[in-house]
């Protein structure tokens, strides 16, 4: 018998060495039982369900919460509340709630399948852009079904735009992001409504469709897709109200972008015009007040926002066209004195059309007076027109037109016994 028998036989013999080993054994043998079982999740979870997640930070995580809301929310055990403000007739506010899956886990019920469906709140991180808790939400269903998950975003999103339908979004620039206004979009507004000079419209519109539907003709010939609208005049003409309209018109949105905040700076500036919102006209209002032309040396030009904003033209410039700018972007400027604007500003490639927005002639003047009053015969409005433009010292507005017609919206025969008076209206008593 050799010796590494007889040591091997004298510790089979040893009671505690029988122990140990076979506790060793045990120990062994259930490690990798638990292995093989984490194992067989992983590769369970791996090739038998299917998942997506949706980061707070993703575009489609706002609507997909609030299509949730709607589809699980109410079936929901433990949901979280939204209030939402609505502006009723005569500007009075009224609220309603809505609720969504609170942060947990939750089971919901779709096209006969049934979801696994994660919100998970991350209190210790922070969106950098939203200053809010880090969200996700993850979706979890048995099989290879990615496609199945996929078509739940699909109907989420084709469900939003079908609620959307008919609105304009508004947006306005915090400094850090872009955050709609109102929390909801507003009713279009039909460019029929808005009055302009005989074929201003239908140029402005043409040209902006022309320029949304000529992407591969700018990437094709090197031109950076970007397409600069000034629009001036004097004020109450219609600057606002057509881009509004417009907008509408076109089913874009509307970001618009004060030079005045005090927190602006020229990088926020320029990261912010490089992220506007997609499928919105990017608006710069009242830009002649924003800065003073480097040629104006006079001291009768002031800056309306002196000691508040940080914006300095040259950054703007590079904002407008630099080499950061957004693809696709529609902007348009409005001011009241084109001659205070710098010639850098205005030079092609940043403003491309330039399109004076008038005072009323009586064609214009017709056509306000037949919108207030649609069942008066015309030729009450043609005297109206001419009424107003004989008896008026000074050029007549459409804001003026419309002011003065409110104090008549029953009587056209008031409004155009009173007509005389229409540059006077604070004397006038409605009745």
């Known amino acids: 018998m050799s010796n590494f028998q007889q040591l091997f036989d004298s510790l089979s013999a040893n009671p505690y060495f029988s122990a140990g080993f076979g506790l060793f054994g045990i120990g062994a043998v259930a490690a990798m039982g638990r292995g093989a079982m984490q194992l067989s999740l992983v590769l369970g979870r791996r090739h038998l369900l299917s998942s997506i997640q949706v980061p707070c930070n993703d575009k489609a995580y706002t609507w997909f919460l609030d299509w949730l809301g709607r589809e699980a929310g109410k079936r929901a055990q433990h949901v979280a509340v939204r209030t939402e403000w609505m502006e009723e007739e005569g500007g009075r506010v009224s609220c309603q709630y809505s609720v969504e899956p609170s942060p947990g886990l939750h089971l919901i019920y779709w096209r006969g399948s049934w979801i696994r469906l994660e919100r998970i709140r991350e209190q210790q991180q922070v969106d950098v852009i939203g200053g809010v808790p880090w969200e996700t939400i993850t979706l979890t269903t048995i099989g290879r079904r990615k496609q199945f998950l996929l078509d739940m975003l699909e109907e989420a999103r084709n469900d939003v735009l079908k609620r959307h339908s008919g609105t304009t979004a508004m947006y306005y620039c915090t400094g850090s992001d872009w955050r709609e206004m109102g929390g909801s979009p ?28 000529s992407g591969a003709w700018y990437r094709e010939r090197g031109i950076p897709y970007r397409r600069g609208i000034l629009l001036h005049g004097p004020p109450g003409c219609g600057k606002t109200s057509f881009i509004v309209a417009l907008a509408g018109h076109l089913d874009l949105g509307i970001s618009v972008l004060s030079l005045a905040d005090s927190k602006m700076t020229d990088s926020v500036l320029q990261a912010r015009i490089s992220d506007v919102p997609r499928n919105t006209i990017l608006l710069l209002e009242d830009i002649d007040a924003a800065f003073k032309s480097r040629e104006d040396t006079g001291k009768e030009v002031t800056t309306a926002f002196r000691g508040l904003s940080q914006i300095t033209l040259t950054g703007l410039l590079n904002a407008l066209d630099g080499a950061v700018g957004s693809e696709g972007r529609l902007t348009f400027l409005t001011t009241n004195y084109p001659e205070r604007l710098d010639p850098a500003l205005i030079r092609p490639g940043r403003v491309d059309v330039k399109q004076y927005i008038g005072h009323c002639g009586e064609l214009e003047i017709e056509k306000i007076f037949s919108k207030f009053y649609p069942e008066a015969n015309k030729d009450i409005g043609k005297k109206f027109a001419s009424y107003v433009l004989t008896s008026s010292k000074d050029n007549i507005s459409p804001a003026q037109v419309q002011a003065y017609l409110l104090l008549y919206p029953d009587s056209p025969n008031l409004a155009v016994k009173h007509a005389h008076q229409i540059t006077n209206t604070d004397s006038i008593q409605s009745k």
Do not use: H, M, N, P
């Open 186 to 213: 507003q009713i279009s507004r039909s460019l029929e409504t808005v009055v302009l000079q005989e074929g201003i419209a239908d140029r402005l519109v043409k040209d902006c469709q022309r320029f949304l539907s």
